[in-house]
């Protein structure tokens, strides 16, 4: 499958700062694609030109190999992170509005909407106006409004925030479900726990530039310590001294009726030397991995990319 | 439907459905209509039937002074003591006693009565007195009718411009309406504008939207839109102001024929002859209005209609769209209501400047003035609209339309810049110096 979206060099200055600089990265089609980086880093700046709000200074954006256009509007659904609704306006007539800019005809929007109001069961919420609805109830609204005409490319800005973990669920099983349809999405988040459980690939955005790109399993394999986990029966001393020297043990936590090690493979030795090291002192329960979350991923990575303070 | 049509759509539908659009609609036109007719029937209300106690110590007007359909001359008390008199009828209602004290030049007389027997009734004995003393003194000195009739004059002066029968008085008339109403159009719905995008703005909808159409069109969309519920509100007040003036003038038209066959009836009756100029003199204030009615109509003739309508309506669509798309520029500048003030002034003080000019544009409306504000864009709808109804040169009316549908163009192109930058700022104060960066982002 292709590239959905390839963003190249991509330059977006404002009056006093650099948003992006010469940002490049590629999103393979069929994928959930994070867009990750700390606030203000030019996640929104990226993603408005994705969505021909802005156009950048410099470098292009192609989408499904055609520069970007009008007429990719209506491939693309966008959930902006600030969002809102007409407040006067009744919920129906609203999300037939905003279906309709995006392309749609009449009776087609009306249909899929009400099978969406079906779904989401909030049949009732049709001729109500949007000021008596519930912020998690707008949102809803808002995310239906988002994927009604089904768009090739789902941009979702933070779009779990304002939702109960209720709901939350039930955008995570629609985004699924999107996916599996054959739809991309890219995610900006803060949330590295939903990075780590939707995402297939992110990029990294730190201070205007993408520091990190890539497949999330390969990232967090990667960025391993070659720390692992032993839930073991038998004596904490025969194992600390067993391990004395060629292996450092990080933690050792008592458990009921067992024992959790976490302990650092050297270079050049692995998992088997301390399987074979381990044997003889205690009855392994247990022996896995411990790969990095994205969260400390994250944090590990913008530290490296943070300028060294001027002394 | 396209992207554009749907916004207007939307722009319009909405608006037009609210309530305070059909309470303006048709409140608007009564208030005018209010304005207009109110003094008129304000003055014809007193119409109870009134009782006048005449006390005359000259013993020239017992019995000379006329019945009329509401009021009744009573000369029984002509001979009596006026303080007497007086405290008879103290406690009467509708009872007033014309008291003429003795005076050769008859110029005080006084009226005593309990309620105010209203303008109608004292403008009528005014009247009827001064008539009847200027026939007695022309009569003492032997002049005859014949001869003053002949004397008599009544001149009116007919303006004649460009070989066409004009009125000064009512081109200036025409000339405020008609740019008067601009000005309320431009503003209100100018600043509709402002607060619809405003409302997007706070709202954050209005990023869901632009990822859908270009901001140039939401904007355009909304001034059209906006602007169209303004000239159905125009359309709406001008059938109903037509209405009402037709109904206010056949009303009155019938007030006015009522009282002369009443009066006729009762001279019949009485088997005194009719005579047509005790029938005018019944009610001067009917021959006023009837003769208002005429001017009206013969003015109404007069005027070039299809360049007072087209001239209207040029101006009024194209001031509204210069001004609304520079509102509209201020109105997505911005966070909150209370930003709106510094951007505001500057875009306002031009449409305040031309009307505080349009009375001099009035008075003098080929003054140099009146035509530099006629021509310059930010003015010319307001000034040019007012000098129209007098007639103007063709070569200053076509520049003053082509500079402002050019002005309309660069102001609407400039406005969406700041505009798609602005839309998307929040939480800082925005300076002039920033907006004119925002030209040149891309």
Redesign the interface.
């Known amino acids: 499958m292709g590239n959905i979206i390839t963003a190249k060099n991509i330059v977006k200055r404002?009056?006093k700062h650099v948003a992006l600089n010469d940002v490049s990265f590629t999103v393979p089609e069929g994928v959930i694609y994070g867009l990750l980086g700390p606030n203000g880093a030019g996640k929104t700046s990226m993603i408005?030109i994705i969505?021909?709000?802005?156009?950048?200074?410099s470098g292009e954006v192609l989408f499904n190999n055609e520069k970007l256009s009008?007429d990719h509007?209506?491939s693309?659904g966008?959930?902006?992170e600030?969002?809102?609704?007409?407040?006067?306006?009744k919920v129906g007539e609203q999300a037939l509005?905003?279906a309709?800019?995006?392309?749609m005809n009449k009776a087609d929007a009306e249909a899929k909407l009400k099978a969406w109001f079906i779904k989401f069961e909030m049949q009732t919420w049709w001729d109500k106006k949007v000021e008596d609805l519930s912020k998690g109830m707008q949102q809803k609204v808002?995310f239906i409004?988002?994927v009604l005409h089904e768009p090739k490319l789902l941009i979702l800005d933070e779009p779990f925030s304002g939702f109960d973990p209720i709901n939350v669920e039930l955008i995570k099983g629609e985004l699924l479900r999107l996916r599996k349809d054959g739809a991309t999405i890219i995610l900006s988040t803060h949330n590295m726990a939903s990075v780590e459980e939707l995402c297939n690939n992110i990029t990294l955005i730190n201070q205007s530039k993408a520091v990190l790109e890539g497949n999330v399993t390969e990232l967090r394999h990667s960025f391993k310590a070659h720390t692992w986990e032993v839930k073991f029966q038998g004596s904490e001393d025969a194992v600390r001294s067993a391990l004395n020297g060629k292996f450092e043990l990080i933690e050792m936590v008592p458990e009921i009726s067992l024992t959790v090690a976490k302990i650092k493979i050297p270079d050049a030795l692995n998992s088997n030397t301390l399987i074979q090291t381990l044997l003889p002192s205690c009855t392994i329960l247990g022996f896995s991995e411990i790969l990095p979350s994205m969260s400390e991923i994250f944090i590990s990575a913008v530290k490296r990319n943070q300028p060294i303070p001027q002394a | 439907?396209s992207?554009i049509g749907?916004?207007i759509q939307?722009e319009y539908t909405?608006r037009v459905r609210k309530k305070s659009f059909l309470v303006i609609s048709i409140l608007g036109p009564l208030v005018f209509a209010g304005l207009i007719f109110a003094p008129i029937l304000i003055s014809n209300t007193k119409n109870e039937n009134q009782r006048i106690v005449v006390v005359d110590e000259t013993k020239t007007i017992c019995g000379v002074l006329q019945n009329n359909s509401t009021v009744h001359y009573d000369y029984g008390y002509c001979n009596i003591e006026v303080a007497s008199v007086k405290k008879i009828f103290a406690d009467s209602a509708h009872v007033s006693v014309l008291y003429i004290p003795k005076s050769e030049q008859m110029v005080q007389v006084q009226l005593f009565s309990k309620d105010d027997p209203g303008n109608d009734v004292v403008s009528s004995i005014e009247y009827q007195l001064n008539n009847t003393l200027e026939r007695a003194k022309m009569k003492a000195e032997n002049l005859d009718q014949a001869m003053i009739d002949k004397v008599k004059s009544s001149v009116k002066v007919e303006d004649n411009v460009n070989n066409k029968v004009t009125n000064t008085g009512y081109n200036a008339v025409l000339g405020y309406a008609a740019s008067f109403l601009i000005y309320i159009f431009i503003f209100l719905y100018s600043v509709q504008v402002m607060r619809g995008v405003m409302?997007?703005k706070i709202?954050?909808?209005v990023?869901?939207?632009?990822?859908?159409?270009?901001p140039f069109q939401l904007m355009m969309g909304k001034v059209i839109g906006v602007g169209l519920v303004g000239l159905t509100q125009f359309l709406i007040w001008v059938i109903l102001g037509f209405g009402a003036y037709h109904v206010g003038t056949a009303y009155l038209q019938g007030e006015m024929v009522n009282p002369q066959r009443a009066a006729t009836e009762q001279t019949l009756k009485k088997g005194a002859p009719v005579d047509a100029t005790n029938l005018s003199h019944m009610n001067p204030q009917n021959k006023d209005i009837t003769g208002a009615m005429d001017n009206v109509d013969n003015m109404l003739r007069s005027t070039n209609w299809v360049l007072v309508i087209g001239g209207f309506l040029f101006y009024f669509l194209g001031g509204y769209i210069l001004y609304s798309a520079l509102f509209a520029a201020v109105g997505s500048a911005v966070d909150q209501e209370t930003e709106t003030q510094q951007f505001m002034l500057p875009v306002t003080a031009p449409l305040i400047l031309s009307i505080v000019v349009m009375q001099s544009i009035i008075t003098n409306p080929h003054s140099t003035i009146a035509v530099w504000f006629s021509i310059i864009p930010l003015t010319s709808p307001i000034a040019m609209m007012a000098r129209i109804p007098f007639g103007i040169p063709v070569w200053q009316l076509a520049l003053s339309m082509s500079i402002l549908i050019g002005t309309i163009f660069g102001t609407v192109w400039l406005a969406g810049r700041i505009y798609r930058v602005g839309l998307?700022m929040?939480g800082k104060k925005v300076t002039y110096k920033?907006l004119g960066?925002w030209l040149f982002?891309?």
């Not at chain 1, 600030?82 to 306006?89: C, I, N, P, S, V």
């Not at chain 2, 990023?207 to 270009?214: A, G, H, Y």
């Open positions: 404002y009056s408005r969505n021909q709000i802005t156009a950048p200074d009008a509007t209506k693309i966008y959930l902006p600030e969002r809102g609704l007409y407040k006067k306006m509005y905003l309709r800019l995006k392309g808002q409004v988002t | 439907m992207k749907l916004i939307r909405t409302e997007e709202n954050r909808i990023e869901v939207i632009i990822s859908s159409v270009r998307l929040y920033e960066k982002y891309k």
